[in-house]
């Protein structure tokens, strides 16, 4: 018989991951709820802005193309700082593993998060591993179906929660929630609530692992930010091999055994389904629920050694684990600069962007009068959250006369007034005439100030130049 070639693919094997309670497994728990509630509460958290913005704490306004985020309104001339903040993330995350191995997928991925909670619903109505295991097994029952029924359906209201948390954080909140009560809610908005709700159920819901383990592209690069010196979760086999199952045979056996009883626990408990007393393996998400599964075991038997815990590949040959190390110093730097240089940017970021462009064509008008002419285009943007009136001047050349098109509000100098709403840019065209008696060859430079005139001192310029023949 020829032989049959074998499959590069293996079948899926549904993992039953057994709950386990410990030190570990209360900290994601915290980590759940606070990742969790920030999620959800974030948008509906409503903040005090001047009259005419929103009033949402947190909210991305597309149409009009700003970022709120309490007190910092990020505008389309600051979207640098986007790509700005995803090189900050990604160092953070460098850093992150470098010390502390995949801690972010086992303690802060969203992936990790929601199947957290997906997993803790299926345990509440199919009870733990062992029920899940024989329920899956038994034939279909009226009492299985409702059971499985009624676990999809608070799945699906959490993928709904998500999707209408996610939708909230670009509309105003309480106005989308009253427009998807009464069903008049717009077309995105229906695509995005359905479309969050699908991916969270599959994510969380069905593929679960499968994500950490065939999806995410983190799992296979992270690789590369290791050192022997970076946290991992490992089996430690020098105290634990050989291990022994057999209680009698422990006890009385001539041979030494190890503190391992091969009772599987650190195995059932995996989300990932992988037995770590194998060694390193990629899909570890580094959750310590193996560690709070064999220190539950250790304890009821009264030994204090630990066979699953927290180390470095270094301390497992009997070294002692570096932290301070190039790569580490060379992250927290950088990231430092970086999360410097943003916090310096919105810290000293102006309030009202000016902008002058000279026009070229004609570089200067020669008036009937011996006077030249040079004509402007002043574009202002107030990002203040209150409308706000300047006087315009320009400084740098004697005996000038300046006229704004459109705008015939003067100050006691005779200077042109412009308002400029929260949030408006505006454009004006600008005359700037030299008389006669003052004109010198050649360009001169020149500059346009901005002085507001309630009682603050805010003056703005922009340099620019007078051309003449
Ligand atoms: S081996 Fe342990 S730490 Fe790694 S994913 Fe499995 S249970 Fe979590
Ligand atoms: S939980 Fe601990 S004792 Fe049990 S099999 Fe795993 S390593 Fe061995």
């Avoid at 383990?213 to 970076?230: K, L, V």
């Avoid at 007393?277 to 064999?294: K, S």
């Amino acid at each position: 018989m020829p032989e049959q070639p074998s499959s590069l693919y293996s079948d899926w094997k549904k993992i039953y991951p057994r709950y386990q309670t410990g030190f570990f497994r209360r900290l994601r728990w915290s980590l759940v709820a606070f990742f969790l509630g920030l999620y959800y509460l974030l948008p509906v958290v409503r903040w005090q802005r001047a009259e005419g913005l929103p009033d949402q704490a947190v909210l991305f306004d597309l149409p009009a193309r700003k970022f709120y985020m309490f007190d910092i309104v990020i505008w389309p001339q600051d979207i640098f700082l986007l790509a700005i903040v995803l090189i900050a993330a990604a160092l953070a995350l460098f850093f992150m593993t470098a010390l502390a191995g995949r801690i972010f997928c086992g303690y802060m991925c969203f992936q990790t998060v929601w199947t957290d909670l997906f997993l803790y619903v299926e345990k509440f109505f199919e009870g733990n591993r062992k029920q899940r295991i024989k329920l899956d097994s038994e034939g279909w029952s009226l009492r299985k179906f409702f059971i499985k029924v009624a676990k999809h359906i608070v799945w699906i209201i959490i993928g709904i929660a998500t999707g209408v948390a996610f939708v909230f954080y670009f509309v105003d909140a309480p106005t989308m929630f009253w427009q998807f009560m009464d069903g008049t809610a717009p077309g995105p908005a229906w695509f995005t609530l359905f479309f969050i709700t699908i991916t969270t159920y599959i994510m969380a819901g069905i593929a679960r692992e499968q994500v950490c383990i065939y999806m995410c592209p983190y799992a296979r690069f992270q690789g590369a930010m290791f050192d022997e010196d970076s946290l991992i979760i490992a089996y430690h086999p020098e105290l634990g091999e050989p291990r022994e199952s057999n209680r009698r045979i422990r006890e009385n056996s001539k041979t030494k055994t190890g503190l391992c009883i091969d009772c599987n626990a650190c195995v059932t408990v995996c989300p990932t389904g992988i037995d770590i007393r194998n060694g390193q393996q990629y899909e570890c998400i580094t959750c310590g629920a193996c560690i709070d599964a064999c220190d539950t075991v250790k304890d009821r038997m009264n030994m204090k050694k630990k066979l699953i815990r927290y180390t470095s590949m270094r301390e497992i040959q009997g070294e002692k684990t570096q932290w301070f190390r190039p790569r580490i110093l060379i992250y927290g730097a950088l990231l430092t600069i970086f999360i410097g240089g943003i916090s310096i940017y919105l810290a000293i970021k102006s309030p009202l962007s000016l902008n002058v462009i000279k026009h070229r064509q004609p570089i200067y008008i020669m008036q009937s009068d011996g006077s030249i002419q040079n004509n402007f285009t002043i574009r202002i943007l107030n990002m203040y959250p209150k409308a706000r009136t300047f006087s315009l001047e320009v400084a740098g050349l004697p005996n000038v006369s300046l006229s704004v098109v459109a705008v015939d509000d003067f100050d006691s100098q005779k200077r042109p007034l412009i308002t400029v709403p929260s949030g408006a840019v505006m454009t004006f065209t600008l005359f700037l005439k030299q008389q006669k008696n003052s004109i010198e060859s050649g360009s001169k430079p020149i500059t346009f100030l901005l002085r507001a005139t309630d009682n603050s001192d805010d003056t703005f310029s922009y340099d620019s130049k007078f051309m003449r023949p």
